[in-house]
């Protein structure tokens, strides 16, 4: 589609205003109309890597076909249609001593024009973390309830820590979740941090037999298993909380990163919360900014999948923006969603 209704033209500048090249947002071309430009803040940063001052502007006056021998000013200009029948491109306009570069950028970014699949990790935002610590356990028997942050499971973890505390267990908190960071509990009972296998191996407790563990909400499912693997090796007499009350929202979160950039190209990461999870990416990139971003990460790509991004950096909306500008685009939501079923499903009489 994008190779059929592409093409590259060259048009009279107009003004342009003092500055030597000028990255349209949109501009008017005279067979095809109005022309928008979404990536036209990757071809500023690309000019800008290379040495080349360059201003964003919208050129409102229409353009007409530039004269091979007209040694002035220029607009560069790449347009395609897309999918609905919309046109997009990619344009620089620079005087006389820049046009090579602008030349040079339209050429560079032109060659990737494609159509593109890409895949957004998406599901339930992990368990937001309360705003002071949880306070200390309650004296055994109370009826003090500390305010519950926002995760489901984080009253059920609460509530079956205090249960073995009163029994005057040792009680291992399993996992680096974000929630439930226990102060020392009165009365002698110990409630003791577990986040990590190494932890797990280094644990020293006075009675092997009164050992109780419970699930810090919104741990890593698969890192707490790893942990309690270890725990009940060293520990055959250790019980703690049913699975029916682990928190799945940061284990999904992690497997719809991953099943994203198994089935991608290339993974474009970028800093954020999911960022921080290795992507099993046929290749990974990082990016910082959409100077990071080059032709070649992007030549061979037909999908690509966009991890991490926060509110005050660059961000997954901004990256499928600018992508629209390279081709017609496909944006999937990848979901993994884990749902524990209620007992009464998985536990009924066998038929008769």
């Known amino acids: 589609m994008v190779g059929r209704s592409s093409v590259t033209e060259e048009f009279t500048a107009p003004e342009l205003g003092g500055d030597a090249v000028v990255v349209p947002s949109v501009f008017h071309h005279p067979v095809r109309g109005v022309v928008h430009c979404p990536a036209a803040p990757l071809l500023t940063a690309w000019l800008q890597r290379h040495d080349t001052k360059t201003a964003v502007t919208a050129l409102h ?35 006389a001593e820049r046009l090579p ?87 002698g009972n110990r409630v003791v941090a577990v986040p990590s296998i190494e932890a797990a191996r280094a644990v020293r407790v006075a009675d092997p037999a009164a050992l109780s563990f419970v699930l810090r909400p919104c741990t890593l499912i698969e890192d707490a298993a ?62 910082t900014s959409l100077a990071d971003l080059y032709p070649g990460h992007l030549r061979n790509a037909s999908t690509v999948a966009v991890i991490g991004g926060d509110s005050d950096g660059l961000t997954p909306d901004t990256l499928t923006r600018v992508l629209t500008g390279l081709g017609p685009v496909s944006v999937v939501e990848h979901h993994v969603n884990s749902r524990v079923l209620p007992r009464t499903a998985t536990r009924s009489a066998p038929p008769a």
Do not use: K
């Open 61 to 95: 006056h229409q353009l007409t076909p530039r004269d091979p021998d007209d040694g002035g000013q220029a607009v560069v200009a790449t347009t395609f249609l897309d999918t609905t029948g919309q046109v997009f491109g990619l344009a620089v306009a620079a005087d």
């Open 101 to 187: 570069q602008a030349r040079a950028a339209v050429a560079t970014w032109s060659a990737v024009l494609r159509t593109r699949r890409m895949l957004l990790p998406a599901g339930a935002e992990p368990c937001a973390v309360p705003a002071a610590p949880a306070s200390r356990l309650p004296h055994p028997r109370t009826t003090v309830v500390p305010p519950a942050p926002d995760c489901p499971h984080a009253d059920a973890a609460l509530q079956c820590l205090r249960r073995f505390a009163e029994r005057g267990e040792t009680v291992l908190l399993v996992g680096a979740g974000p929630l439930m960071p226990f102060a020392p509990c009165p009365r």
């Open 226 to 287: 790893a942990i309690l693997a270890v725990l009940r090796a060293r520990f055959p007499m250790l019980r703690g909380q049913h699975p029916d009350q682990w928190c799945y929202r940061a284990e999904d979160r992690r497997a719809a990163v991953n099943g994203a950039a198994a089935c991608s190209d290339v993974a474009l990461v970028l800093p954020g919360r999911d960022g921080q999870w290795s992507a099993p990416a046929r290749r990974t990139v990082r990016l």
